[in-house]
């Protein structure tokens, strides 16, 4: 496998994190494969590790590493979704505390305590994405993988293609994703949307998970009467920006 050889796979459950197992897999590679479950991931997501875990057991005798807070700090411990009400605390681009709390802290720790180098962790970084961090071990720009070439991958796998990795909180969704959230799961967001108004009367300003744009509610009066942007599935193929390791 060469020099960069990954000791392990940070997994994001998403398009490129997957075909990157599947083609370590493929060409021999064994190791853990890890991901790091906030308590906030879409149902569809959840699905999919099952379906991906059982296909990892019966090719390769392999399963996905899933940890939780048992690995995150006390302050933590909880999933994202109770610490949001908990603290009225929303998850900020700028800051990316969840990225940090709920994904690299929990990787961080499991690695020390199983003797694990985590820079030896592999990341899903596809090589239309080279940008990102560069000094990450990314299989996928070294063979010139595009995300594309992940899609092919999987579906020669006889697997489906798993939707956007991310959080159903994120504050890096579209509109389309908000909306998506908004007809699929109405509970839900309105949950947010009054958690929202919670984190402003604590931090005594406005404060909202789409910073740059409008509030839960005030969208959420656009869904009603009918102006909101179309619904764009291909907002699900890219992506997730606050995906520091996985995707």
């Not at 099952?50 to 899933?66: H, K, N, Q, Y």
């Not at 996928?140 to 489906?160: F, Y």
């Amino acid at each position: 496998m060469g020099e960069s050889s990954p000791v392990g796979v940070s997994y994001g459950a998403g398009v490129n994190s997957t075909a990157l197992v599947i083609e370590l897999c493929w060409r021999g590679w064994r190791g853990p494969i890890i991901f790091s479950d906030t308590g906030a991931e879409h149902d569809d997501t959840y699905r999919y590790l099952d379906t991906f875990d059982a296909w990892l057991s019966r090719e390769f005798g392999m399963m996905i590493v899933r940890i939780g807070g048992e690995y995150r700090s006390a302050r933590y411990r909880m999933s994202l979704i109770r610490a949001m009400d908990e603290y009225r605390q929303l998850p900020f681009p700028g800051a990316r505390w969840c990225t940090r709390e709920y994904k690299i802290i929990p990787l961080q720790r499991y690695c020390g305590a199983n003797g694990i180098e985590f820079d030896s962790l592999a990341v899903g970084i596809a090589a239309d994405e080279s940008h990102r961090q560069p000094g990450k071990i990314r299989p996928l720009v070294d063979w010139g993988m595009t995300r594309d070439d992940c899609a092919r991958t999987i579906a020669s796998a006889g697997l489906p293609i798993p939707r956007r990795s991310g959080c159903w909180c994120c504050p890096f969704q579209t509109v389309a994703q908000w909306r998506e959230l908004w007809e699929t799961n109405r509970a839900k967001y309105i949950w947010l949307s009054w958690l929202e108004r919670q984190a402003s009367f604590a931090a005594g300003r406005t404060v909202t998970l789409r910073p740059d744009g409008d509030s839960l509610f005030t969208l959420a009066n656009k869904f009603v009467s009918g102006q909101p942007e179309p619904f764009d599935m291909s907002e699900f193929y890219r992506p997730c920006m606050c995906r520091t390791y996985g995707g």
